[in-house]
Every structure is written in structure tokens, then in C-alpha cells.
């Protein structure tokens, strides 16, 4: 059973699947609240979205953000090399965690199928997630396959756990951006999907109608660990770098 229609914001709300974020929110009722860099870019998001000005890399410019908000959806991403996921994928995370402090709000955060397999960008990824549930709030993490390379009758969604698909190509699995955003928002209230960590791709068949019964089927993360519950033990902390274990630390204190 939903909740109650609530106060979201969401991150990265003028990229391809933050603008159906924005539209599937606002379809639920939600009063919404989309972060953009600059007010020009927000000309194309529906008119009933509350637009807010921040930049993602300084968490001091995100107060207006995230005041009196109780979802966060993360659907930002870099497009560049390490340096960029460092500044973006990771430090977006963290900069609006910090920036919440002690208000309340559920996490939908969208990373990528593929995460667990190192290399530099996705490691930067993963790390995101770990702040998330470092945090000790209530979240969903979607890691959704291949954007908009499904067919048209490829819509039956399939949560997978583990992330065991990781060619890099789309045989590790497809999915339409829309379908993405439906399941971040639907991760805010379904109390099926809290504390949930699955990769999303689609088969052919129909959507589903209801996604409760998907995420009630998944195995829950462990409460205090900073991986998903069925995730590959090869990222360790002690090998992180220090400012990484510095945001955890900060973050688990606070949780």
C-alpha cells in the first residue's frame, strides 16, 4: 500500500530520465520539486514542478533543495571519466545526504547494472550507494540495464539481485527510461521496496500493474552493511580512499 502523497526533489530532474521523474511524481500526486543548474534549463519540465537552482558539486547551494522534502530521487550521472563520477555519481550523494542532515526523507537512488565490476566510474557508483546506506535512511537502489534498447513489447520488468550481468553490453539486460523513473518513484512508497538493492531490466511481455509483488519478492539488505545483500565482497573498506572513509564515517555517525 502507498503512503500519502509527499514533498519530493528530484536530482538530475533535466536529464532523459529525471524529466519522466519529474512527470511520474507529479502523475502520483507528489509536490515536486526539481534541482536543475541553472532556471534556463528548466524549460521543458512540466509546469507544476517546483524548480530549485543548485549545483550538485557544492553542498552549501542545496538548503533550498532539500528543505522540508521526504524523498530524494537520484537520477543524475556523469558522462565523463573518474574524475567526473568522483565529482557527480559520488559526490552528488553525498552533498545532498549532508545537506538533509537530520530531516527525514526516502531514497530512490538509480546507479547502474554492472556496478559491482570494477572500474573506475562504476566504482564511484558504488560508492554512492554505500553513502545511501551508510546513512541509516529508508532507500530503494534501482540499477537499471540498458536505456530505451528494449523492443515494444519488452516491457514485463524482472528485479534481478546480485549483479551477476556484467558484459557491459546490452545482453547484461534493457529497459525503457520511463519504466526506470516509474520504479524510483514507486521506491519511495512502496513499503515493499525499502531497503531494497535490484538491477532492472524488461522481458517481452506487458508492464506490470502493480510493482509491489517485484519488490516484496527481493531479499532485504543487511541493516549496517555497506553493500547489497547478495553483492560480490570486492570493494574493501580498509582499501578505500580516506575521504570516501571520512563521508561514511560522517554519515553513519549521523545515522
Not at 519488490?215 to 549496517?224: E, N
Amino acid at each position: 500500500m502507498e503512503t500519502s502523497p509527499s514533498d519530493v526533489l528530484v536530482v538530475g530532474a533535466t536529464g532523459s530520465v529525471g524529466r519522466l521523474a519529474v512527470e511520474e511524481s507529479l502523475r502520483r500526486g507528489h509536490r515536486t520539486r526539481a534541482l536543475v543548474r541553472s532556471s534556463r534549463r528548466a524549460r521543458d519540465l512540466p509546469a507544476d514542478a517546483h524548480v530549485v537552482v543548485g549545483d550538485l558539486t557544492r553542498a552549501e547551494t542545496l538548503a533550498e533543495a532539500v528543505d522540508g522534502v521526504d524523498g530524494v530521487v537520484f537520477t543524475h550521472g556523469s558522462h565523463g571519466g573518474a574524475r567526473d563520477a568522483e565529482l557527480v555519481d559520488y559526490g552528488a550523494v553525498r552533498n545532498v545526504l549532508q545537506a538533509l542532515g537530520d530531516r527525514p526523507a526516502r531514497i530512490a537512488l538509480m546507479t547502474s547494472i554492472g556496478v559491482t565490476r570494477h572500474r573506475p566510474a562504476l566504482d564511484w557508483k558504488r560508492r554512492g550507494e554505500r553513502l545511501v546506506r551508510a546513512s541509516g535512511r529508508p532507500y530503494t537502489i534501482v540499477r537499471p540495464g540498458w536505456f530505451d534498447y528494449n523492443d515494444p513489447d519488452q516491457l514485463s520488468l524482472v528485479m534481478l539481485q546480485g549483479d551477476h550481468r556484467q558484459s557491459g553490453t546490452p545482453a547484461d539486460g534493457v529497459i525503457s527510461r520511463r519504466q526506470i523513473a516509474q520504479v524510483l518513484v514507486d521506491g519511495l512508497t512502496s513499503p515493499a521496496a525499502e531497503r531494497k538493492t535490484l538491477e532492472l531490466v524488461a522481458e517481452r511481455g506487458p508492464a506490470p500493474a502493480d510493482l509491489d509483488p517485484l519488490f516484496a519478492t527481493l531479499r532485504t539488505d543487511t541493516q549496517g552493511e555497506l553493500d547489497a545483500v547478495l553483492d560480490p565482497d570486492n570493494m574493501p573498506l580498509s582499501q578505500e580512499p580516506d575521504t570516501v572513509q571520512q563521508d561514511l564515517a560522517y554519515l553513519g555517525h549521523r545515522a
